[in-house]
């Protein structure tokens, strides 16, 4: 990544809301908690606005536990068909998470022959996915959208161990916004090709936003191998969010007869 001298941008309420159009999510979230003894945690995120109440009422929220003893083994969902470019990207700070946003076109990935943009990464620590129960220190979200408005995210989960080279790439940004609020700030041209999956492998289902308005119908793509991030650059994305909270990751929701599935290739080795 090429990463120019950052500049300061302050947002004006129009493109916060344009912003919030595209990506659906809630572009500043700090009318929410993800602290249950606030009073606006997530078992009231439904009762705050009237357009949240999927995230009480719905049948097919997110994240899940994503058990092997239950999930479809398939190989015709075919592998992910990443079509990425470098693109200008900005650094937001919304409040509970850090989102990194491309500015311009970054490319697509393919599901089913639809094309869904990536317009957006961010991070939640500890992991809201498990596996088999077991939840992670951190997952980015790869959030992207089709022409017709639908949105399919990647997930990919980390433990602590080695450090993640494209959480390095950003580490300038990070310590900039570590040290000022509510602002975003341009960090230049960011290939989403570094954000390395490691593996053909992936979980598939149909769920929501895991942050209001809990949009249901969002397809769901889980990186089967877990990567690895040191605690220092957990530590790093936390802070600069200024929330005073150690977590930001949604408890896990019931999975009520939802089909899981797990594409793997049909040859031996991955």
Not at 19 to 43: C, H, K, M, N, T
Not at 142 to 167: C, L, N, P
Not at 171 to 188: T, Y
Request: glycine share 6%; aromatic share 8%; proline share 4%.
């Amino acid at each position: 990544m090429r990463v120019c001298e950052f500049s300061i941008i302050f947002l004006v309420l129009a493109a916060s809301i344009a912003a919030l159009a595209r990506a659906q999510e809630v572009d500043d979230e700090r009318e929410f908690s993800y602290d249950e003894s606030s009073g606006i945690g997530p078992s009231r995120w439904g009762e705050i606005h009237h357009e949240w109440k999927a995230c009480n009422s719905g049948q097919m929220q997110s994240p899940i536990d994503l058990r092997n003893k239950r999930v479809q083994i398939v190989s015709h969902l075919g592998k992910l068909k990443r079509s990425y470019k470098p693109a200008n990207a900005t650094l937001i700070n919304r409040g509970h998470d850090m989102m990194l946003r491309w500015t311009n076109y970054a490319g697509h990935i393919n599901i089913n022959g639809t094309k869904f943009h990536l317009r957006q990464c961010h991070w939640h620590s500890p992991s809201e996915h498990t596996l088999d129960g077991r939840k992670f220190d951190m997952e980015v979200h790869m959030v992207h959208e089709s022409d017709a408005g639908r949105t399919a995210v990647i997930g990919i989960m980390y433990k602590i161990g080695r450090h993640d080279t494209f959480i390095s790439t950003l580490k300038p940004g990070f310590q900039a916004l570590s040290e000022v609020k509510d602002i975003e700030i341009a960090i230049g041209i960011v290939d989403p090709y570094l954000i390395k999956f490691g593996s053909r492998k992936y979980y598939r289902y149909i769920g929501s936003l895991t942050v209001p308005p809990c949009t249901p119908n969002i397809i769901w793509s889980i990186v089967r191998k877990v990567r690895t991030v040191t605690k220092e650059q957990v530590n790093l994305i936390r802070e600069a969010v200024h929330d005073n909270l150690e977590v930001n990751a949604r408890p896990i929701q019931a999975t009520n007869g939802r089909s899981v599935e797990i594409y793997r290739p049909n040859y031996p080795k991955n």
